[in-house]
Antibody
Framework: QVQLQESGPGLVKPSETLSLTCTVS????????WSWIRQPPGKGLEWIGY???????NYSPSLKSRLTISVDTSKNQFSLKLSSVTAADTAVYYC??????????????????WGQGTLVTVSS | EIVMTQSPATLSVSPGERATLSCRAS??????LAWYQQKPGQAPRLLIY???TRATGIPARFSGSGSGTEFTLTIGSLQSEDFAVYYC??????????FGGGTKVEIK
């Protein structure tokens, strides 16, 4: 059973860089797309961006200028860096796996496995 | 960006009754729509993809329908464990992938 676990600081100061890592266990990071999704307290879900295991990325236009997602296949991990954070970046951050349809060989951009989420608060 | 709008924001239903949730897209997403269930303090769980296909392990009382811009999630007979927030997500036109604002299904 694939499991995802987010890790990183729970408190970040305004204007600094938020850094999180997602560790994948019970399966390989290779061969899949992986996303970061966030949820401000009491609000809905916002897709941040994704990375393919080979390193190609696609980012939300609203966050693109501040965002870097990277992958380390040797550690079965992928990471998020969001720079110049403000209070608006306070949220639970989830990592998630994109579904792969083995019957068709196509990747799908919905999420079949999720991490438990980690709350990141931006405050001085 | 495709905007997803869910209604109602809150749905009050008695256990055993049927619940019908709506999701509307600002432009056609064909059948590229997924539904998720989220309980307090938990990550979302995939329920439906392709607008109408249940994900692995999802009970038959959950069904999805629709295409284009109008979609419906129906919970046939609400069980206690079904009281949660439900989100739709389009994956037809991206970036960005976008979610609806959610419908909270609460006990009446």
């Amino acid at each position: 059973q694939v499991q995802l676990q987010e890790s990183g600081p729970g408190l970040v100061k305004p204007s600094e860089t938020l850094s999180l890592t997602c560790t994948v266990s019970g399966g390989s990071i290779s061969g899949y797309y992986w996303s970061w999704i966030r949820q401000p307290p009491g609000k809905g879900l916002e897709w941040i961006g994704y990375i393919y295991y080979s390193g190609s990325t696609n980012y939300s236009p609203s966050l693109k200028s501040r965002l870097t997602i990277s992958v380390d296949t040797s550690k079965n991990q992928f990471s998020l860096k969001l720079s110049s954070v403000t209070a608006a970046d306070t949220a639970v951050y989830y990592c998630a796996r994109h579904h792969y349809d083995f019957s068709t060989g196509y990747y799908k951009n919905y999420f079949d496995y999720w991490g438990q989420g980690t709350l990141v608060t931006v405050s001085s | 960006e495709i905007v997803m709008t869910q209604s109602p924001a809150t749905l009050s239903v008695s256990p055993g009754e049927r619940a019908t949730l709506s999701c509307r897209a600002s432009q056609s997403v064909s059948s590229n729509l997924a539904w998720y269930q989220q309980k307090p303090g938990q990550a979302p769980r995939l329920l439906i993809y392709g607008a109408s296909t249940r994900a692995t392990g999802i009970p038959a009382r959950f069904s999805g329908s629709g295409s284009g811009t109008e979609f419906t999630l129906t919970i046939g007979s609400l069980q206690s464990e079904d009281f949660a927030v439900y989100y739709c997500q389009q994956y037809h036109n991206w970036p960005p992938l976008t979610f609806g604002g959610g419908t909270k299904v609460e006990i009446k």
